[in-house]
């Protein structure tokens, strides 16, 4: 007897086919172009250009914001896949060397529309950190896509290059850096961390031996331990110099290309790919250095601190945009869940709880979204020659902070809106979600861990002090703000408070203070962003006569700088109501 399944008839249970239907129209309600659908970041770049200037480059961003949510979206999640994960090729079929990875076309897919944005050519003209910033921002939407990490990279080897490189390396490989074809550019690594030697750079011990002095040659013998984008055209590496002294004096700072002028391949060996948690598409491994022939840049003695101003820094800032994108693709996804998905006879968006949670990932995100857009305007003026006094200081401080404060940011707002959604939350193929979470993990270890970034403030603080420089940047976007009298009066009470702090925790030994570290900085990182919220409030308040962002802006204050509980917090269930949905 040859058993007949059942066909089921789908009337038969409606329920389950009005809850399918439902995902599916969440699934449709999906932005098609992610600077379109994003009024905060189009009023963020008005309120910094003005809307001359934003005119004239919103076909740009507005054409990625397309590309970015479309073919590159669907090109980072495939490209993720288990089986579509790059694989080392070290040698060709008849058994030549080639030190190369297999990526999955979707890889390149991705990059050719990101590189392709423009998003590193806009860096051939000085002061377009701030347009660079709101590519990226689109483009990390995607999580880390593969690219993204490249592209920080690759920004800091152009402007590497452009402030100390030779006039040979800056003809021979800086055009080809800031190329916006995907087919003909260069793109960039940095190779830092070595197996004894991560956040204590001054422990490495791969060296560089000079070669010809007259051309600034060299050969570099060594292993680096965490290399990401492992194939990359340049390399931006540290090596030790003998006679230059022990520590982070003693490193300096060197160009070591994929391939040598002859075409053949430079002297070194890809050992093996990580296997990360995130990041994945992105080929990271361990490389052995043996006689890798090498330029100089800048001058050998200053090669740590060309690497922290044009490299670390460039890629912390990178690093917190990233954040932010992968906080701001929770909230679309978790926003646009709560209006389609029911429970109880209603859509969940309906919901206090529900309403709490939206409103709270929300503020976040755009406090770390105004927070960063500050740094790169700061940037901007910098290179335009208008930096005020205390900009020096201030970004030495504001960029660590930021990078530190964002990721953390984004963690948490992440996990909400896989909380959101429930068991299916946890699903890789249901949402972007897991994948955005796992990629924030690396970005979080990425440039510095959290103690590492923490460590550099408090001795800057103690060397410099450039903690006053950063609170007086504080108290004038605050006084700035004048029209929103509450907060500008509780921003500049919460600054002398937090100031009276850090005096005393510079008081104690170093190590001590470290301990009280983190909290002090978390609230103070909390008030630079309700202060920058604060700048552009009352610009929304007077030129659009908007109060949605000052709303917000006393929502994040009362929450993360003053600690206060929803019970403490007026008329709470309204304010969360309305910030619920953009």
């Known amino acids: 007897m040859t058993f ?19 995902l599916a129209a969440w699934e449709a309600a999906q932005p098609d172009n992610y600077f379109n659908a994003d009024r905060n970041l189009r009023r963020v770049l008005e309120f910094y250009w003005g809307e001359s200037r934003l005119q004239l480059v919103a076909p740009q961003l507005y054409h990625f914001g397309r590309y970015a949510a479309t073919t590159v979206d669907a090109a980072a999640r495939t490209s993720d896949l288990r089986p579509n994960l790059p694989q080392l090729a070290r040698f060709d079929g008849i058994g030549r060397r080639t030190e190369d990875v297999d990526f999955h076309p979707s890889y390149h897919e991705a990059g050719r529309h990101i590189y392709g944005s423009g998003i590193i050519s806009v860096y051939a003209e000085p002061a377009q950190n701030l347009l660079a910033m709101a590519l990226f921002y689109i483009s990390s939407q995607n999580g880390e896509a593969g690219h993204n990490c490249p592209v920080a990279c690759t920004a800091g080897a152009v402007k590497a290059l452009q402030a100390v490189g030779s006039p040979y390396l800056q003809e021979t490989y800086l055009t080809r850096l800031l190329d916006p074809d995907y087919d003909t550019l260069y793109h960039a690594a940095q190779f830092l961390t070595e197996l004894q030697g991560g956040s204590d750079v001054g422990a490495n011990a791969t060296t560089a031996t000079p070669l010809d002095p007259d051309e600034g040659t060299w050969l570099i013998h060594g292993e680096k331990w965490f290399c990401s984008n492992v194939t990359a055209h340049v390399i931006l590496m540290t090596a030790r110099v003998e006679g230059q002294g022990d520590g982070t004096r003693g490193l300096g700072l060197f160009l070591v290309p994929r391939r040598l002028p002859d075409g053949a391949l430079n002297h070194y060996t890809i050992n093996r790919l990580k296997d990360k948690l995130g990041t994945r598409a992105m080929a990271s491994g361990e490389v052995l250095f043996d006689g890798a022939l090498a330029y100089q840049v800048g001058e050998v003695a200053a090669g740590f601190r060309n690497v922290m101003t044009h490299v670390i820094n460039t890629s912390r800032l990178y690093n917190a945009v990233g954040t932010t994108g992968n906080a701001r693709r929770a909230c679309i996804v978790a926003q646009t869940y709560a209006a389609h998905r029911q429970a109880f006879e209603r859509a969940i968006v309906h919901y206090p709880l529900v309403q709490d949670l939206l409103a709270r990932m929300r503020a976040d995100t755009l406090a770390m979204l105004s927070g960063s857009f500050r740094l790169a305007y700061v940037l901007d003026q910098v290179e335009q020659g208008r930096a005020e006094a205390e900009d020096e200081g201030f970004l030495r401080m504001a960029l660590n902070l930021n990078k530190f404060r964002s990721a953390m940011l984004a963690h948490e707002v992440i996990l909400q809106g896989i909380e959101l959604l429930g068991g299916n939350g946890a699903i890789e193929s249901f949402s972007v979600l897991p994948r955005l979470l796992r990629d924030n993990v690396v970005y979080e270890n990425w440039e510095g861990t959290h103690n590492v970034l ?27 703000a004048g029209a929103i009298v509450e907060l500008r009066l509780q921003g500049l009470e919460a600054i002398d408070g937090l100031a009276a702090e850090i005096e005393q925790v510079l008081a104690m030994d170093e190590l001590t203070a470290g301990i009280y570290m983190r909290p002090l900085m978390i609230r103070l990182t909390d008030l630079y962003y309700t202060a920058c919220l604060a700048a552009e409030a009352a610009w929304e308040l007077q030129e659009k006569q908007d109060r949605m962002k000052q709303r917000l802006a006393l929502f994040f204050f009362s929450r993360r700088v003053l600690g206060r509980e929803p019970k403490d917090i007026p008329y709470y269930d309204d304010m969360v109501a309305r910030l619920a949905v953009e």
Not at 8 to 19: R, V
Not at 454 to 480: C, I, S, T, W
């Open 4 to 22: 007949q399944p059942v066909k089921t008839n789908k009337l038969a249970f409606p329920a389950i086919e009005q809850g399918r239907q439902d």
């Open 454 to 480: 923490l460590a550099q403030v408090q001795r800057d603080m103690r060397r410099y002090q450039v903690h006053e420089p950063f609170l007086e940047k504080l108290r004038g976007l605050f006084n700035g």
